[in-house]
């Protein structure tokens, strides 16, 4: 049996946010959560998903990296 008790694993988290998105009207938001979804499913395709953890938190999202860490930097430039 694997023990991975003493596994040290290293991630790196980005967490982006759509800046006023609550002083925006319902129909604003839709669109804008809309194109932000596809922006982020764009720049993170290339990204295993073994490698990767996206947590939805309304008007953002956050993204651990557990891979490279260069596909943090990459993914929030």
Not at 12 to 38: C, H, P, T
Not at 40 to 60: C, F, H, P, T, Y
């Amino acid at each position: 049996m694997n023990d991975r008790s003493n596994r040290t694993v290293i991630c790196s988290i980005a967490y982006l946010d759509i800046v006023d998105y609550s002083k925006r009207s319902g129909v604003e938001q839709v669109a804008l959560k809309e194109r932000f979804n596809r922006l982020i499913a764009e720049v993170i395709k290339d990204i295993a998903q073994n490698d990767r953890v996206v947590i939805d938190s309304g008007d953002g999202l956050a993204l651990c990296f557990t891979g490279d860490p260069e596909a943090a930097l990459f993914v929030v430039m």
